[in-house]
């Protein structure tokens, strides 16, 4: 038996470079050695977007779209709709008990969230956005997943579902699998602006963006403040382009670091072969992306048949997770 995956995203906007190579990527290369389940979390996304469902709805296929074209296989792995599966609500209902106000409100993850969200929640938050790693963690173990790989951002999630696990079969007898984070090798991506790369934060290059946007986007970002004429000495650790060339793999690097310290090239010349690198990764992934976009219905069913494939294997759970509660009546 294949050890089993759960990992996914939130559909508020269309993926980026840093989910690309903080999340996708591992989920594509573990895709054949892991029965692997990728969900697109509606219901979480609602949690800082209720009052803006159509733009919930119309990011599902986006984001379904993302993952097939970065390389999810539908014939391997399971792609399903969050809000298609309610045993992950009832789960998230039981599991309510077994977590404090205080230890959600100390979630670095959902803390940082909260300080970004002042405009929507302002000093009052929302019972299910302070609790949506308590409905993430009836994401992971409604599939029972052995491993959950993620971006950085996503530990203290992962860590309060094994808290959650712990708990649960402490108290009712062995029950859920503790599931394991596993991050990838590419921590946090700055955003352009150096900021932490976010959807809503305009400091990103999609995996949808078109290679004129890639290069007005690239050409307009900050380097190193320092370096402000061509032969000015540069200082690479500080600058996003540098970081970004590390991560979209050139074999120059060596070269650029030195050339940029040594003051013999000029940022011009380091954004434009930095567009070429991006560039040449997007490509086929955007040729893929077209294929999906032309098919809807394709989309439609990928989606229908993983959800319900996914439902199945949430019911069991459920099943297991009532008995031992004592709520198995009829
Ligand atoms: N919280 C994750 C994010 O913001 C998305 C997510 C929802 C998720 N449920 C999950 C990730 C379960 C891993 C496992 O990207």
Excluded: W
């Amino acid at each position: 038996m294949k050890k089993r995956i759960l990992t996914g995203d939130r559909p508020t906007g269309p993926l980026h470079i840093g989910h690309y190579f903080g999340a996708l990527k591992n989920r594509v290369a573990l895709q054949d050695e892991y029965d692997t389940f990728v969900i697109i979390a509606d219901v979480q996304a609602l949690t800082d977007n209720f009052q803006n469902p159509e733009k919930v709805r119309k990011n599902v296929y986006g984001v379904a779209m993302d993952n097939l074209a970065a390389g999810i296989d539908p014939n391997k792995s399971t792609i399903f709709i969050q809000s298609l599966i309610p045993e992950i609500a009832e789960l998230t209902v039981f599991y309510s008990n077994l977590v404090t106000i205080t230890r959600l409100q100390r979630n670095p993850t959902v803390k940082e969230e909260i300080e970004q969200k002042k405009e929507l929640f302002g000093d009052n938050v929302t019972f299910g956005f302070l609790g949506y790693p308590v409905s993430q963690a009836a994401d992971i173990t409604a599939f029972q997943a052995d491993l959950v790989p993620v971006g950085e951002d996503q530990l203290p999630q992962i860590e309060q579902a094994r808290e959650i696990v712990r708990k649960f079969n402490q108290i009712y007898g062995p029950t859920l699998k503790e599931p394991e984070a596993k991050v990838s090798q590419f921590p946090r991506i700055r955003g352009l602006d150096r900021a932490k790369m976010g959807k809503s934060l305009n400091n990103a290059i999609y995996l949808v963006d078109p290679p004129e946007i890639i290069k007005k986007k690239v050409t307009s970002a900050i380097t190193d403040t320092k370096k402000i004429y061509l032969k000015d000495k540069g200082h690479p650790e500080v600058c996003v382009i540098y970081d970004y060339h590390k991560m979209f793999g050139t074999d120059e690097l060596d070269i650029i670091e030195k050339e940029c310290r040594s003051g013999a090239r000029g940022c011009v010349q380091c954004k434009k072969e930095l567009v070429e690198s991006i560039a040449k990764i997007l490509a086929p992934i955007q040729e893929k992306r077209q294929h999906y976009q032309e098919r809807p219905k394709l989309v439609e069913e990928i989606l229908f048949e993983g959800s319900q494939k996914a439902r199945s294997v949430a019911k069991k759970t459920l099943k297991l997770v009532k008995e031992k509660m004592h709520l198995n009546y009829f």
